[in-house]
């Protein structure tokens, strides 16, 4: 889990080093290559406040992040384009159902919290939830396409399958009633997730140590 407080402090518990290099750098687990063998079995909690002149924001903890993997892990990483299986996240058909939030003016300080298979996203960008989807629900990267900007308000809510939320979906908390993942994007959010081969950006670790104890 990663919180991050209206005060800047930022923490984990548990992350593997694939799992800290994902959420730094936007990308899915199946995304990062060549690491060690400990980066996907060691844990670690990771416990730091940003600066006062940041603001508490998603982005600016993950730079935050990608600094403290440099200095505690040695990290040295570099990016390639590689062909992979990715789901493309486009505009559907009948447009855009989700509304343009008034509370900021580029999503910077938005929350989209996934509390089973609902996320209620206020002032968040579309970026942010094809990566919330990739890391927490999907099997593959999400890229997205929309060409959308900006912070949006919306309520999503759907039918979790089992290969969902990294093979649990069948125990994940849900209404009956709702639709698929595939259908609810398109009926609450007017987007569309479309399985098919792609380039997808990998970050390749070239360099990493473990950290010593605090």
Known sequence: MVDLTPGGIFSTKGFTLNDLIGFAYDVDNRQIVDGPKWSDSDRYDVLGKMEATSSPSPDNA???LQTLLAERFQLKIHREPRDMPVYVM???????????????????????????????GRDTTV??????????????????????????DFILSWRPDPSQFHGMGDKVKSDPNDPDLFTAMQEQLGLKLT???????????????KPSDN
């Open 195 to 209: 399985a098919q081969k792609g380039v997808a950006p990998v970050i390749v670790v070239d360099h990493a140590d």
């Open 127 to 152: 970026q942010f939830l094809a990566t919330g989807l990739q890391k927490l629900v999907l099997d593959r990267p999400v890229l997205d396409e929309t060409g959308l900007t900006g912070g949006f």
């Open 90 to 120: 486009t505009v559907a058909k009948n447009g855009v159902k989700m509304k343009p939030s008034t509370q900021g003016d580029d999503g910077a300080g938005g929350s989209m919290p996934i509390q089973g298979a609902k996320i209620p």
């Open 62 to 64: 993950k730079r935050m």
